[in-house]
């Protein structure tokens, strides 16, 4: 279990939110929604343990997140930048092969997982190919194909779906859903339709240190979306 | 893999050249026999001078490509953290003074600048852990700084103290001495660095990523920076400040062999040491019995051939 609790995140020693308390399971599959600025991205970075200003406590199945070494974190916890600029010309198997590092596994059965992770994210036919020589939905196969070679138990995804066509976001959704039966799945999105055919549970934040979490069915209702449409609205 | 062989036969050869050649021609038997009459020339003369180029174009080599990767900057090079700015002026004061020239005191003088250098750039740089990012800045701005102590040394120098200087200044081996601690440590750095060499592949894809990945970045980082220093430091005492093989060579093996670095740290070794090597062997033959400053020619050679690859790429 991924256990939040009394949590305060700062941005650039602003607060941004405030007194959040929720729990990620294995088995579930959550969605995280809110206006842009809100905190989605600082949330789930602050998670992955690479943006440590904040307070109150994180629970990685028993261990307070800050007394995680790093690879036993990396082992947990495994995230996807919303943007990750490539800047080197790495092979797209040698890309996602690094999310291999945490484990301490034999090189044949890294390179077993490392191929498995490419066919299921439907790039094999890139292996070999530079990640500089990609489109821009084609380095987010590679991104999230590097996530799941890297078999966390938790995987916090910052809108995974950007720059993905529909037909690979309906296939990578599902890839995600059959993930969060063994392992919790949390992910930034904005697209709501997405959200409630696939996730089952949502945390939805409506700045000023409000939120709200649940399953899908209790929470996308006409009421919340309106509210949510309405602080999203404010800023404009 | 084959590229390491080949680099392996090519500084071979290039040590046999350099053995051999010089102002005084010396055949090659004479290497063995001990009652030959150039046998001293070779073994106390041209071997330590050598052993010291490749040393000192290794370390160059390595500590480029190391803090290339630390400051995310295909400009940097190891000289970027004013380590030579420092040992130049240590240095070149201890010759104004004429404190003993002796190799050992320009070898101290040195080591002990470019730590005070390096020193005063990490806590500059450091807030809380070590920001890579502000290292790039602050380097090229203390560099200014010790350029202009070294610009005032040499306004108010003697005209004979000046040609030492200047020699220091563009690089020369033909101080140096063996130093029996250099090649110790030096083996000691690469060794250490060779076994992070997956987290260092992974830090090239930037900081963020690599704490993602598991990586502790910021040991990690600041293990980079203690290694680059050590390794600059030992060739700047040893060589003064030669330009070109810190920023050159870590392009040239990248373009050579991709971006790993177990492939990297070991070509960048061989490279470096033939690269130097070739370039001492021709400041020594070049204009014989004139030494030339060794400096000239790693631009000179190191300009064509870089542009090249680049051009081929």
């Keep these: 279990m991924l256990q939040v609790e009394n949590l305060t995140l700062y941005q650039d020693h602003s607060k941004v939110l405030s007194g959040l308390d929720v729990t990620f399971?294995?088995?579930e599959f959550w969605a995280i929604i809110g206006a842009n600025g809100v905190g989605k991205s600082t949330l789930l970075q602050t998670l992955a343990g690479i943006h440590p200003n904040y307070q109150g406590n994180i629970r990685v199945d028993d261990h307070l997140l800050q007394?995680?070494?790093p690879l036993s974190r990396a082992r947990r916890m495994g995230f996807l930048f919303q943007e990750q600029e490539a800047s080197l010309a790495v092979s797209v198997r040698e890309a996602v092969g690094m999310?291999?590092?945490?484990?301490?596994?034999?090189?044949s059965q890294d390179q077993s997982i490392t191929t498995a992770?490419?066919?299921?994210?439907?790039i094999t036919h890139l292996a070999e190919r530079s990640i500089l020589k990609l489109s821009g939905g084609e380095r987010r196969k590679v991104?999230?194909?590097?996530?799941?070679?890297?078999q966390s138990r938790y995987l916090l995804l910052d809108e995974p779906l950007n720059h993905l066509d529909l037909v690979y976001r309906h296939h990578i959704l599902k890839v995600f859903e059959s993930l969060s039966q063994k392992h919790a799945v949390v992910m930034v999105c904005h697209d709501l339709e997405a959200v409630r055919s696939h996730c089952s549970h949502v945390l939805m934040l409506f700045g000023n240190n409000c939120y709200l979490s649940g399953t899908s069915a209790t929470m996308l209702t006409a009421e919340n979306k309106q509210r949510l449409f309405n602080e999203s609205s404010r800023e404009l | 893999m084959r590229q390491l062989w080949f680099w392996c036969a090519l500084l071979a050869i290039t040590l046999v050249v350099a053995l051999f050649s010089g102002t005084v021609p010396v055949p090659l038997i004479d290497a063995f026999n001990a009652q030959a009459p150039h046998f001293e020339i070779i073994w106390q003369l041209r071997w330590p001078r050598a052993l010291n180029a490749m040393m000192v174009g290794s370390c160059l080599a390595v500590a480029g490509l190391l803090i290339q990767n630390l400051v995310k900057n295909p400009l940097a090079d190891p000289y970027l953290l004013g380590i030579s700015g420092g040992a130049a002026t240590v240095q070149l004061l201890v010759i104004v003074l004429a404190v003993g020239l002796s190799p050992t005191s320009l070898f101290l003088s040195g080591f002990i600048g470019s730590l005070v250098a390096t020193a005063l750039l990490?806590?500059?740089s450091f807030q809380g852990q070590?920001?890579?990012?502000?290292?790039?800045?602050?380097?090229v701005v203390l560099a200014f700084g010790f350029a202009a102590i070294i610009s005032f040394v040499l306004a108010t120098a003697s005209g004979q103290q000046i040609k030492s200087m200047m020699f220091w200044l563009m690089g020369d081996l033909s101080f140096a001495e063996p130093n029996a601690l250099m090649p110790i440590i030096m083996t000691a750095l690469l060794l250490l660095l060779y076994r992070h060499h997956r987290a260092l592949d992974i830090l090239a894809r930037g900081n963020l990523f690599a704490i993602k990945s598991g990586v502790d970045a910021h040991r990690i980082n600041l293990m980079v920076f203690i290694i680059t220093a050590l390794l600059t430091s030992m060739a700047v005492a040893q060589a003064?400040?030669?330009g070109f093989v810190g920023l050159i060579i870590p392009h040239l093996v990248r373009l050579m062999c991709g971006y790993q670095h177990r492939h990297l740290i070991p070509m960048c070794v061989l490279v470096g040491a033939t690269f130097l090597l070739a370039a001492d062997t021709l400041a020594r033959t070049v204009m014989s019995p004139m030494q030339l400053p060794v400096g000239i020619f790693t631009a000179l050679i190191g300009v064509p051939v870089f542009l090249w690859l680049n051009r081929k790429v």
């Design chain 1, 25 to 27: 399971s294995p088995g």
């Design chain 1, 143 to 150: 991104e999230i194909a590097t996530c799941l070679a890297q």
């Design chain 1, 67 to 69: 007394d995680l070494d």
């Design chain 2, 240 to 242: 003064g400040t030669i």
């Design chain 1, 117 to 122: 992770a490419l066919e299921r994210c439907l």
């Design chain 1, 99 to 107: 999310g291999r590092f945490p484990w301490r596994t034999s090189k």
């Design chain 2, 130 to 139: 070590l920001r890579p990012d502000k290292i790039t800045l602050n380097g």
């Design chain 2, 122 to 124: 990490f806590k500059l």
